[in-house]
């Protein structure tokens, strides 16, 4: 590089930079950058709708597969995990039409966050409304199965109010009956528990309200236990502390943090509290225990160099995968508290961006900043794909997706949801 100049490729030659005077000068360092990065986008787009996508690996095809499968080469579960690998780089895109009893709310706000249940039947949606707030509303996948890929999409504009920085599911009275919503109002923040039953095509008046609502400080995140020992609590991730509240009794327990809490997760098979903080480090807490001074109740202690921007426990809660605002996402052994894995080619700079782990297909979902949705294989690392978005690159245009070999329930479709703009597309798993 040449300081004041720029090189343009086309006609291979360096061009001066003008100084920004008063006029307008579109030649500018972060503008080339755009226009080249918008090129390869188109670039990337067009190929993907010319062919199917090729397998990563050499030498990988479902024949070759089966054969192995067949001599006693592969174990069945290496099996599954390459060709769930076949299957992802096939996957091509199609735009899925949302149907709503209510016409004014099908396409017309900007996707915020999608986050998808347990058994992947419904989808909690967070729009952006152009007056400022959001407004919240649940997506039923049944209707991915058919030949038209049509949704049906439920809201309830009562709670437009205020921006959500935080959502998750909360099974209260049976799985995934409720919403733990993490938001912030004029000053302070607010923590709500709405039932699920809300968003639903049954007459208004029998809805039941809002079960739990307070003010806090800024809320960043939020998580709910499903462990017995720690029944009906959610946290709450706020700024320097961690607040865990029991909805049924209103008991609540503080725990005090030198840095803002920006993720959390429960593991499941103990009462234990995993979360991500802006400074880098990684904590763990143990619910069961009464209030203490100082930081002596913190046990798991990791640190990433950058703020954490997502944690996720593995199934067997041996290993906890994170991601940070420096593009770094590793897999840490909890039992030796140290990094085994690095996931590379992810970005990110500012955002808190989720990560999304499929054990049983063995792949790792990211949604980076550059508004590239990358897969890798969980078991050694692979990039196997990229999928560049149908929108050019902005702040407000990152997609956020579900992945899923199930979409829709246990009879569901496989494949990979993604919510971008005002659009909602689905990639086939065929």
């Known amino acids: 590089e040449l ?100 016409s004014s709310v099908a396409g017309t706000n900007n996707f915020k966050i999608i986050v998808a249940d347990a058994a992947c039947e419904r989808i909690f949606t967070v729009n952006d409304v152009e007056h400022g707030g959001c407004k919240y509303g649940i997506i039923n996948l049944s209707g991915l199965g058919k030949e038209s890929l049509t949704v049906e999409m439920y809201d309830n504009l009562y709670f437009t109010n205020r921006k959500v920085n935080s959502v998750c599911w909360a099974s209260l009275t049976h799985p995934d009956s409720h919403l733990c919503l993490m938001g912030i109002a004029e000053t302070p923040g607010c923590a709500s528990l709405l039932p699920a039953s809300l968003f639903s095509s049954t007459n208004p008046g029998d809805r039941p309200g809002m079960l739990c609502s307070f003010t806090i400080s800024t809320a960043w995140s939020c998580a709910w236990c499903l462990n017995p020992q ?146 890798w294989s969980l078991q050694d690392t692979h990039l196997l794909r990229t999928i560049p978005s149908p929108y050019p690159s902005s702040k407000d245009a990152i997609p956020s997706v579900v992945f899923s070999s199930s979409l829709g329930g246990s009879r569901g479709v496989p494949g990979l949801l993604m919510a971008v703009k005002q659009d909602l597309y689905h990639f086939s798993y065929n």
């Open 230 to 375: 720690a029944d009906n609590c959610f946290s709450t991730g706020l700024t320097r502390r961690v607040l865990v509240t029991n909805v049924v009794t209103g008991h609540r327990q503080t725990f005090g943090t030198s840095s803002d809490v920006l993720v959390q997760q429960f593991a499941t098979q103990t009462p234990v509290l995993y979360n991500g903080c802006r400074s880098g480090e990684i904590f763990s807490i143990d619910v069961r225990q009464r209030n203490r001074k100082g930081q002596s109740w913190k046990a798991i202690r990791l640190f990433h160099d950058s703020a954490v921007t997502s944690v996720r426990l593995l199934e067997a809660e041996h290993y906890l995968m994170a991601a940070d605002m420096a593009g770094k996402i590793k897999l840490w052994d909890l039992r030796t508290a140290k990094c085994v894995k690095q996931y590379k080619g992810h970005h990110n700079e500012y955002a808190v961006l989720p990560l999304h782990v499929n054990e049983e297909e063995g792949l790792l979902t990211a949604v980076g900043q550059d508004c590239y949705t990358r897969i």
């Open 3 to 102: 300081p004041g100049f720029y090189y343009d490729s086309e006609k291979n030659r360096y061009f001066r930079l003008l100084p920004g005077h008063n006029n307008y000068n579109p030649l500018t360092k972060e503008s080339i950058q755009y226009k080249a990065m918008e090129c390869e986008r188109l670039r990337l787009l067009e190929e993907e709708e010319k062919q199917k996508k090729k397998t990563t690996r050499a030498g990988l095809n479902s024949s070759i597969l089966l054969q192995k499968r067949q001599l006693g080469l592969l174990s069945s579960t290496s099996y599954c995990r390459l060709v769930h690998e076949l299957k992802v780089n096939c996957m091509q895109r199609r735009k899925v039409e949302i149907h709503s009893p209510d």
